[in-house]
């Protein structure tokens, strides 16, 4: 088990009506209040005019950022950072999923970044920056931006889409009923994304940090269990309600604490799709994490112990043959996305091989892939997105 | 799914060699230091000089509060009390386990506190209050005093001892290694306190709070698995560190989030017993959890679903019958708890039922336990102690 430190500070609201402390949370910080929303679906919903009344009432004073992308650009943060500029705003209120939340974390911090072009803020390396304070109001179980520190950004001009730690949220109002009204197809794909944070820390050769195991299993079985209810009644409170609960948890850090970093190679990979096709985070990812499976295991079959518990543990697949209960875990994740309406091929998205060995490139830049549970290639990389297609 | 505020803003330095911290942690908080121990045994560790040296060489001002009780008293806090105001204590830095952490919360608090008696303090309803700093260096793992708000004080001259929300540590710092010098008995009797704060949440009538109940059978396996490797090699830090893992995340709240309280029934009984007997809390929970688990499952047949869920999901027991999984389950515990060198009877520990009908009148005092899983009469709690004997 090795060394970590636990340090999150952000205060989670959850369950229905969890927005009447809204006013509350914001009050300490400042009347002027930037609101950061994406294409407006929460328009349509109903819970912007709840939020602006909230604001009106308190006598908070609204600028709005509005039309954030589903995969935020760079672009979105200059916009954000100049109104928080032009209109001393104290505190960023993000209604959205985690393109809303990223963008206004980006933002939040680039208020205060001092070089010139903000897209150095998202290359560089560095740890939590200052930034203003950050309140979001979550509509979409996935990638857990709201309980951590982390934003993806993405610049089209440069195919560049890269993660990087900026602030946490102080509170997150995280009320499942906002996710009555997102669609099959996004909650399928939310869903994939979070059990997604979960494969990238329990594909570890860490073996003995149980309590880490056991968390990142349940987020798992309740991710099984649930989705389906969401797709079939998609107003069941205990099916949303149990989504948003594992999705803040997923991507925290927590279900992986004690264990050795992978690199996080689905991630890397997928935003590389991601960076080159505009495509949904969470379908690249449910597309690419049973081939990455099954090329790690052809690859260094001594690492079929590890999907073996996941076989038994997970899905509850009983046998003594590690190669066979390895396999039929990987089969049951691939039935299980597939049952779930997300495509099974980059080829259904419009994606062909053109851009594979540049993108493998990039994917590996970094190095960190190196130290995955099994350390992959630019060649393997290449091999795992001719297997998606 | 019940609505929940997650608001845990300790910091958690896990690992062996984390004393590294020590200084940065410290230092924004001032240089007047209140250093709080209980009976010497970090003296014989050898802690005690590595945290002092740290200290001396940071240019701190250490004030030192030692010989804390293991069920520690309002004498203490009165005296920790006295020694922050005439010294200006800046922050405390509390060496220990739960006693020493709880009363250097109540210290801590007790400092802003108005009225003329502490035990006021203990005694009233009250949230969260303000605080001088507070850190610590855990040197058992069992309360998880170390991540949360709570503190439990005693009262030897009105045989009360009383729970209340004080104060969370800013930063806990969490070696295993410190833990290698723990006796068997403690060892065990901190396992066992770590169980019951799972299952003081665990059996609960809500039935839809999915990951929370996978984190709490996660920690109770893991308490499985690794108290017999820590009572027969005490140095082995596997498992010294998973028990300190789960140690702070049992009491924590968060295996219960979303599930319907409880009132802590066992709890409540044990802290009659250590009031009146002033015996190792581990203890007088290992032994009567057992007999609360039959008497609720007598009393209330229907509740065996719940039981049936432990028996298979925490001890692996296979079975269709409910009532006999339920029971296999409860069996399973005491003998752990057995096989772990606790003693199974509070007669062992010289308690006779003297004061058996008043301490259940005590502990159903605030009528919590009519909201437990299944609720409480004073005559079933005199039946429980009476089947402990």
Chains 1, 2 share one sequence.
Request: net charge negative; hydrophobic share 40%.
């Amino acid at each position: 088990m090795l060394n970590y430190i636990h340090d999150i500070p952000t205060k989670l609201y959850f369950g229905e009506g969890q927005i009447k402390h809204l006013d509350e949370i914001l009050r300490p910080f400042g009347k002027n209040v930037l609101l950061t929303y994406g294409g407006g679906s929460i328009k349509k919903s109903g819970l912007y005019d709840k939020v602006t009344d909230i604001l009106s009432q308190g006598g908070y004073t609204i600028t709005e950022l509005s039309g954030i992308e589903p995969n935020p650009r760079i672009e979105s943060v200059e916009k954000g950072v100049d109104l928080c500029k032009e209109n001393n705003i104290d505190v960023i209120l993000a209604v959205g999923g985690g393109s809303t939340i990223d963008c206004s974390k980006a933002i939040a911090t680039g208020v205060y970044y001092e070089g010139d072009d903000l897209w150095q803020m998202v290359v560089e390396p560095h740890g939590v920056l200052k930034a203003l304070p950050l309140v979001d109001i979550l509509t979409l179980s996935a990638t857990g931006s709201e309980y951590d520190n982390g934003g993806v950004i993405t610049n089209l001009k440069t195919n560049e889409k890269l993660g990087n730690s900026y602030t946490f949220p102080v509170a997150s109002i995280c009320d499942p009923t906002y996710t009555f009204s997102v669609s099959k197809y996004q909650t399928a794909a939310g869903t994939a994304d979070i059990m997604s944070h979960i494969f990238e820390g329990y594909f570890s050769r860490t073996e003995d940090s149980e309590l880490s195991d056991y968390i990142a299993e349940g987020v798992l079985k309740t991710a099984i269990k649930y989705l389906p209810v969401a797709l079939k009644e998609p107003d069941n409170y205990t099916a949303r309600a149990n989504l948003m609960a594992i999705a803040s948890v997923a991507c925290s850090g927590i279900p992986a604490y004690g264990k050795q970093g992978t690199g996080w190679p689905c991630h890397a990979m997928e935003h590389e799709l991601s960076a080159y096709y505009d495509i949904t985070h969470g379908v690249g990812l449910a597309i690419l994490t049973p081939r990455w499976m099954r090329l790690i295991l052809k690859k260094d079959p001594s690492c079929a112990w590890r999907f073996a518990r996941f076989a038994k543990n997970v899905w509850g697949i009983e046998g003594d043959d590690e190669q066979a209960l390895a396999l039929a875990g990987i089969e049951a994740l691939e039935k299980f996305f597939e049952e779930s309406g997300i495509p099974k091929t980059l080829t259904e998205l419009n994606i062909t091989d053109e851009h594979f060995v540049e993108m493998a490139e990039h994917a590996n830049a970094g190095g960190y892939l190196k130290h995955s549970f099994v350390a992959l290639t630019n060649e393997d990389i290449v091999e795992i997105l001719k297997n998606s297609l």
